[in-house]
């Protein structure tokens, strides 16, 4: 059985999408949590420059996506075959889409600025996002076949951004993957961590 070893900041981040399906099946893995000066000493020696990074048995893969994309083949939850699998991918790549507009106004210093984004947010971009992604998941407990897949796990850590839903088949969609029993326990167990 292989080791798992996943390193990042002291967040849930770019690197709780992973976290989330190691949580959901129970494979077991050493979360390591960087804090400022160990970052420094440690980045010369990733592959790219960042975290997070994965240690599969001393081996070292590096971006977020391509990290939890091999654990979801690892861990049986890319989907069950290669339709499932790129539909999936579809939903992972259209919930990651919506990081960098969330962090533009998030981070932005001038406070005019920042209201602005946030508001273009708020009345154009997000409302976009939901209808999209509510056609995806139609009238489906799942985005991609019959079980939580890392699709279902991608949407839902955006909640963890932004508020679920307040209405309609994405609020019953982030309750349901949020109670699952091993994310449930995970999300009550997890470090309180400011992003």
Known sequence: MPSYKLTYFDGRGRAELTRLLFAQSGKAFED???QGEEWSKLKPNTPWGSLPILEVDGKMLGQSIAIARYVAKAVNLAGKDEWEQAIAD??????????PP??????ESDETKKAE??????EKTLPAYLQNMSKQLG????FVGDSVTWADLAVVS???????PSEGALKEHCSRIKEHPKIAEYMKKRPKTDF
């Open 32 to 34: 390591v949590r960087v």
């Open 90 to 99: 579809s939903i992972v790549d259209a919930a990651v889409d919506l990081f």
């Open 102 to 107: 969330i962090g533009k106004y998030k981070f």
């Open 117 to 122: 984004l946030k508001k273009n947010f708020d």
């Open 139 to 142: 009238k489906n407990k799942y």
């Open 158 to 164: 955006l909640w963890d951004v932004l508020p679920c």
